[in-house]
């Protein structure tokens, strides 16, 4: 049974620094694509960033680029995402998601998270 647990979740004010970590079981975790993705209040899921297998290659949206930034251990089957310079308009939910596949994609993820808050204040 796959299990994506985030973790580091929280309120911080705006111009702070988040990071959030998810951990990942029952899958051969570097053979997956490894994504975040986050949802705002009354808004569509979107996609954060993503970093591939070797942890190699990675993918960013263009509205946390330069901010954000994503690493993987295959020894602890561990992805983490550190936020930084945080915005009010990052406030989300935020999701993990594994993806079988060589290639950072924005979509066609396989295994998703139950996701944690973040929340920025002005």
């Known amino acids: 049974q796959v299990q994506l647990v985030e973790s580091g979740g929280g309120v911080v004010e705006a111009g702070g620094s988040l990071a959030l970590s998810c951990a990942a079981s029952?899958?051969?975790?570097?053979?997956?694509?490894m994504g975040w993705f986050r949802q705002g209040p009354g808004k569509e899921r979107e996609f954060v960033g993503g970093?591939?297998?070797?942890?190699?290659?990675?993918l960013y949206a263009d509205s946390v680029k330069g901010r954000f930034s994503i690493s993987r251990d295959n020894a602890k089957n561990t992805v983490d995402l550190q936020m930084n310079r945080l915005k009010p308009e990052d406030t989300a939910v935020y999701y993990c998601?594994?993806?079988?596949?060589?290639?950072?994609?924005?979509?066609?993820?396989?295994?998703w998270g139950q996701g944690t808050q973040v929340t920025v204040s002005s």
């Open positions: 970093v591939s297998w070797t942890g190699g290659s990675t």
């Open positions: 029952g899958l051969t975790f570097s053979h997956y694509t």
């Open positions: 998601a594994a993806r079988s596949g060589l290639e950072v994609r924005i979509r066609e993820y396989d295994y």
